[in-house]
C-alpha cells in the first residue's frame, strides 16, 4: 500500500504563488510516475501534470502554459507542484496521485493510470 499526504494548498490573490506538496510512504519503491489532479466546484477532475520517476519527463495539461512547474525529491518521496500566476479559474482541489509500472501504455493524463490517491488539498484563488 501506498499513502499519499498532499500539503500547501491556501487562499491566495490573483497573480500569487503556491508550492504544493505530495509526499508518499508505504510500498513507493515500483512507483513509476506521481501526478496531479485538480477537481473544481462542478466540474469534472482534471489533469494538471505528471512526472515519470524514473526518466523525469514531465507532462502538463493544455490550460498550464507555462504557470506550473513540477519537480521531486526522490529521497523524501515527494512531487512539488509550484504554480505561478494563479488566477481564480486554478481554484479547486488539487489531488495527488501515483501509478505503478505497467505492462502496456496508459497515458500520464489518465485518471487511470494511477493507483493511489490522495484526499488533496485546498486551493482558492481570489479576484
Known amino acids: 500500500q501506498v499513502q499519499l499526504v498532499e500539503s500547501g494548498g491556501g487562499l491566495v490573490q490573483t497573480g500569487d504563488s503556491l508550492r504544493l506538496s505530495c509526499a508518499a510512504s508505504g510500498r513507493t519503491s515500483s512507483t513509476a510516475v506521481m501526478g496531479w489532479f485538480r477537481q473544481a466546484p462542478g466540474k469534472e477532475r482534471e489533469f494538471v501534470a505528471a512526472?515519470?520517476?524514473?526518466?523525469?519527463?514531465?507532462y502538463f495539461g493544455d490550460f498550464v502554459q507555462g504557470r506550473f512547474s513540477v519537480s521531486s525529491d526522490k529521497t523524501k518521496n515527494t512531487l512539488y507542484l509550484q504554480m505561478n500566476n494563479l488566477t481564480p479559474e486554478d481554484t479547486a482541489h488539487y489531488y495527488c496521485?501515483?501509478?505503478?509500472?505497467?505492462?502496456?501504455?496508459?497515458?500520464?493524463?489518465?485518471?487511470?493510470?494511477?493507483?493511489?490517491w490522495g484526499q488533496g488539498t485546498q486551493v482558492i484563488v481570489s479576484s
Open positions: 496521485a501515483l501509478g505503478l509500472p505497467r505492462r502496456y501504455y496508459e497515458s500520464m493524463r489518465a485518471q487511470s493510470r494511477y493507483d493511489y
Open positions: 512526472l515519470t520517476w524514473a526518466e523525469n519527463h514531465v
